[in-house]
């Protein structure tokens, strides 16, 4: 079974926002764009909408799918669309995250992301 997730490409000056995954989950310490599971019933648009509210508390308009991938975990599957995002509404809270960081996409290549994260940093578009 393949989870359908979603995540965020929120820019600001030239950069986008990482954030690093707490301890207990799964890719712990890694960063990642934010987002999160789709929920039945859920379009992937109201789902990213949803995950940034209760793990940043922003509120976000939700624009073009910018990549996606499909990448196979020890213990499951996901398939990760990258959405662009623009903040309407509030600054990034970390409500789940223990960091989060502005970044290049030079400065991203150098860190350490979850896998699928680092896929879809290699198909951005560009430029970007």
């Avoid at 600001?12 to 999160?36: D, H, I, Q, S, T």
């Avoid at 990034?92 to 290049?104: C, D, K, M, N």
């Amino acid at each position: 079974m393949t989870l359908e997730v979603v995540a965020a490409c929120i820019r600001r000056n030239g950069r986008f926002l990482l954030c690093r995954r707490p301890e207990g989950k799964n890719c712990a310490g890694m960063w990642e764009f934010v987002g999160g599971k789709i929920e039945p019933g859920e379009s992937p648009e109201q789902a990213l909408a949803r995950e940034l509210r209760e793990e940043l508390a922003v509120d976000v308009s939700v624009g073009a799918a910018l990549a996606d991938t499909v990448h196979i975990y020890p213990a499951y599957q996901v398939h990760l669309i990258l959405f662009q995002a623009q903040l309407r509404k509030g600054e990034p809270v970390l409500l789940e995250h223990t960091e989060a960081r502005w970044v290049t996409c030079a400065e991203a290549a150098g860190m350490a992301l979850c896998p699928a994260d680092r896929e879809l940093l290699e198909k951005l578009p560009e430029p970007f």
